[in-house]
Structure formats: C-alpha cells, structure tokens
C-alpha cells in the first residue's frame, strides 16, 4: 500500500522516504529532522596553556582552533536527539561561522538515515571559552605536586586500561593522586610524594615493559630545606628517552 506525506501529499520514494506519514523533505523544511536541545554551551579553556576541558578531562591543544575541533566532536553531539525516524545520526563535519575565539559560532553538519535514505543537515552552535586555569597550570603555580609521572608513546586504550587496574586496586595511591592531564602522545600524572609517583611507574614498567627514568628539578624551599620535585618519564624500549 502506497504511503504519501500528509504535508505535501509527496508519495513514498527511495529518495524521499515517508515515515509516519511524514516525508523526508517535509521533515527537514519543518526542522524535525534533529532537535536541537540546546544551541549554547559554554566550555572551560586554560588561559594560560590552551588546555581544554572535554568532560572530566583536559586536554592540551595548540589554540582556539584545535580546542573546538575537539569540542566539536566530543561535545555538540550531546546536545541534538534524532527525530522522529532518524538512525544512524552522527557528526559528519563542521566549518566556523565566525572567527576561532572566547565566543564562536559553528556550523555542525549532522549525518543520518531517515527511511533507509541518507541525510545531512546543518545546525549552528555558539560555543563560549570559559577562561580559567588547569589544574596543571594551577598546580605549577602553587607548587603543591611533588611528583610527576609522564606517560608517552603509549596505545591510550591499552594504557587506560593499565591504570584503571592499578587505580582500583591501591587506595593509598589513588589518595596520593593530585590530578592527570591528556597530552598529545601521553600522559602526565601528579602526585603529591615521590613516593607513590615511583610506585606507579614500577607497576607500569612490569604491566607494560616501559623503561623509567627520573629527573629532578629543584622547587624552592621548604621548612629550611631545598625542595626537590620528581619527574618521571615513562616510555616503550624502543623508543630512546
């Protein structure tokens, strides 16, 4: 039985699907097609390093531009639901509206399949840079860490993976944690002792043969006596420190 739109009376085709008694095109001229829960989010962004903070992550980023492109593939999806008969709906791409900077206007291009026919439609967002500082920037300002633990050149699942084990399983060290911050090819790890910051690279090294190596950089005074914050590099052995 043939179906038609109860808008434009368009019968049901491969190319303009009708799906409740809606067409594809009618959908889209009616702006059902996606809903657009909210069109303004506003996201923390260090002023002082570029990090952005995607979730309960922050990430480093070279600038305005790469901290949207993240935005943009990790957030934006988060606020449009499908409409009615839309599958398969996804982010296809994105082009700025105005100028990368604290307030920016981007259009998002949605791809999705509606009665077996592929779309794409385009919606605007304004994002808003919080600016403020990371934790990281902030940490180095106070001089509170003691201790810090970089990961590089690691596969991030693997290594997600490793330190959720580790983590889970040792309370005093998730207590000696100050926070952990993504970087481009790893990752960094604050503590507040050398102590546990060694501790987890011994558990690493044996999980994931990664070879250590400490460095010390003097951090000032403390109680008369001259404080020294650990650093250690964590990395494959076939990869030269």
């Not at 600038?63 to 999806?77: K, M, T």
């Not at 300002?141 to 580790?166: H, N, P, Y």
Request: glycine share 8%; proline share 3%.
């Amino acid at each position: 039985m043939a179906r038609f739109c109860i808008y434009c009376g368009a019968e049901d085709t491969p190319d303009n699907p009708v799906v409740e008694g809606v067409c594809l095109r009618c959908r889209i001229k009616r702006g059902e097609i996606i809903e657009q829960v909210k069109k303004e989010i506003r996201v923390d962004f260090c002023k002082v390093c570029g990090a952005v903070r995607i979730g309960y992550k922050w990430i480093d980023t070279g600038g305005f531009n790469e901290a949207l492109h993240h935005i943009v593939y990790n957030l934006l999806g988060g606020l449009v639901k499908p409409g009615i008969g839309v599958s398969d709906l996804r982010i296809d791409r994105y082009e700025l509206v105005t100028s990368a900077s604290w307030r920016t206007v981007v259009r998002v291009y949605f791809r999705g399949v509606y009665g077996g026919k592929e779309f794409v439609y385009p919606l605007d967002f304004i994002v808003y840079l919080n600016p403020t500082k990371c934790p990281r920037c902030k940490m180095v300002e106070s001089g509170e860490f003691e201790a810090v633990v970089q990961i590089r050149d690691v596969q991030f699942k693997v290594l997600e993976k490793a330190l959720e084990k580790v983590f889970s399983r040792d309370k005093r060290l998730r207590q000696d944690l100050v926070d952990y911050i993504e970087v481009k090819n790893g990752i960094d790890i604050y503590f507040y002792n050398h102590g546990a910051a060694r501790k987890l690279s011994r558990k690493l090294s044996s999980m994931l043969g990664l070879v250590v190596k400490e460095n010390y950089e003097v951090a000032g005074m403390r109680s008369g006596k001259q404080r020294a914050r650990l650093y250690v590099s964590l990395k494959p052995s076939n990869i030269s420190h």
